[in-house]
């Protein structure tokens, strides 16, 4: 089970940290990633993150502004998101995947989901 938590209501140029815990199995061998959804869209690869804490790997929209990173032997993940824009409101979700690519398909588990919204 997949749970985060850390989202809520910050202004634009604000930061937020997002963290997803695991707990009943140990994520240290799956890669883990982060999505978002904003009502009426599709849902959004974020971020990933492989099993050893390497390779972090960012949608074009956050590169230069999210960073994420995992601690394995706290079971987990974490999105730290600067300069905050309107345009990143959207439930965050983590997920947990053991291979495939990037698309949401890939990922086996996933957390509830935690709301993020930025205003102008």
């Known amino acids: 089970q997949l749970q985060a938590c850390g989202g809520g209501l910050v202004q634009a140029g604000g930061s937020l940290r997002l963290s997803c815990a695991a707990s009943?199995?140990?994520?240290?061998?799956?890669?883990m990633g982060w999505f978002r959804q904003a009502p009426g869209k599709e849902r959004e690869f974020v971020a990933d993150?492989?099993?050893?804490?390497?390779?972090?790997y960012y949608a074009d929209s956050v590169k230069g502004r999210f960073t994420m990173s995992r601690d394995n032997a706290k079971n987990t993940v974490y999105l730290q998101m600067n300069s905050l824009q309107p345009e990143d409101t959207a439930v965050y979700y983590c997920?947990?995947?053991?291979?495939?690519?990037?698309?949401?398909?890939?990922?086996?588990?996933w957390g509830q989901g935690t709301q993020v919204t930025v205003s102008s």
């Open positions: 997920a947990a995947r053991r291979g495939g690519d990037y698309g949401p398909n890939s990922y086996d588990y």
């Open positions: 009943g199995r140990t994520f240290s061998s799956y890669a």
């Open positions: 993150i492989r099993w050893s804490g390497g390779w972090p």
